[in-house]
C-alpha cells in the first residue's frame, strides 16, 4: 500500500522494501544526490576555491560518483562572490565548462527567495538539466523574515529546497560559516541545529593543523555511510597537482587540481 488518501484526508503508506534505493552521489560518499548538503567554512577558508574544482569536475563528468562520464551543468545561487568577477575565472581557472554553469538571481539582482521563488529555480534546474544546486551563502536565501536559530522557521524555510532536490533528484549543497566556539562538529553549524539535522552529508573546510597552507575537508555528518574521508587542499594558485584520494569504504585515482587528499 502506497500513498492511499484515507478519510482522514491524509496519505497512508505502508513500508515496503521494494520502494528502498540506495543514496546515489553527486561525489562518492560525500554529496548526495536528491538532498540537501551542507558545506561549513570560516570565510576566506578557501570554500569558493573548493567549489570552483567540485564544479568544473562534475561539468566535465569526471568527479567520482554516480555522475561520472555524464558531464552535467550547475546552478549557483549568488551572490557572496561576484559571479562575472569572481566565480568566472575561478571556474575558468578550475577548467569549468564554463556554459554549463549558470548564476541564478532574482530581476533586480537580488538574492533568490527559496520560499517564494521555488518554481521558477526548479523550472530553470530542469530546463537545464542541472544536477548541483549550490547555494552560495544559504542563509541569504532563506527569506528575511526567518530567524536562523530558530529550529521550526529552519526546518520549514528549508523544505522547499529538499523538496527541490527530491523532485529532481539534484543535489543542493548550502554553504555557511561555522560556531567558532564549537566543541563538536554538531555545534559547528552557526544557527538552529535543525540544520544540520536536515542536512543528508555535513562538509566542514578549515586550515590543515600541520600545515597553514593546506586546507582539510572533513565530513561530520551523514546518514549514509559512518566512514570519515578526509581531503587536503593545496594551494590553488600555485596549480598543484594531485594525488589519488583515499578514502575509508572506497578509493580512486585522479588528477585533482587544487586539492590533494590524504588519508586520516
Known amino acids: 500500500m502506497s500513498g492511499i488518501e484515507g478519510h482522514s484526508g491524509l496519505v497512508v503508506s505502508a513500508a515496503d522494501l521494494s520502494r528502498a534505493r540506495p543514496p546515489r552521489w553527486a561525489w562518492q560518499d560525500r554529496i548526495v544526490l536528491g538532498s540537501l548538503n551542507l558545506l561549513l567554512g570560516n570565510e576566506g577558508i ?47 581557472a578550475a577548467g569549468a565548462e564554463l556554459g554549463r554553469v549558470l548564476d541564478v538571481t532574482r530581476p533586480d539582482g537580488g538574492y533568490v527567495d527559496i520560499g517564494q521563488d521555488r518554481e521558477q529555480l526548479a523550472t530553470i534546474v ?27 522557521q529552519v526546518r520549514d524555510s528549508l523544505q522547499p529546497l529538499r523538496r527541490l532536490a527530491r523532485d ?22 552557526s544557527g538552529s541545529s535543525a540544520f544540520n539535522a536536515v542536512s543528508r552529508s555535513s562538509l566542514y573546510l578549515a586550515e590543515h593543523p600541520d600545515d597553514e597552507d593546506r586546507r582539510v575537508l572533513a565530513r561530520g555528518v551523514t546518514v549514509h555511510v559512518s566512514a570519515d574521508a578526509v581531503w587536503s587542499q593545496g594551494d590553488a594558485l600555485a596549480g598543484s597537482q594531485g594525488v589519488p584520494a583515499v578514502s575509508a569504504s572506497r578509493a580512486w585515482s585522479a588528477p585533482i587540481p587544487f586539492l590533494r587528499a590524504v588519508e586520516r
Open 126 to 152: 530542469a530546463e537545464h538539466g542541472a544536477r548541483l544546486v549550490y547555494a552560495d551563502a544559504l542563509l541569504d536565501n532563506l527569506g528575511t523574515a526567518v530567524d536562523d536559530w530558530r529550529a521550526k
Open 46 to 92: 578557501g570554500k569558493g576555491v573548493t567549489v570552483a574544482w567540485l564544479i568544473a569536475q562534475l561539468t566535465r563528468g569526471t568527479l567520482p560518483g554516480d555522475l561520472y562520464r555524464q558531464p552535467v551543468s550547475v546552478v549557483i545561487l549568488g551572490d557572496e562572490d561576484s559571479f562575472d568577477d569572481v566565480w568566472a575565472p575561478r571556474l575558468h
Open 168 to 189: 529532481l533528484d539534484v543535489a543542493v549543497l548550502g554553504a555557511l560559516h561555522p560556531n567558532k566556539k564549537a566543541e563538536s562538529f554538531r555545534q559547528l553549524v
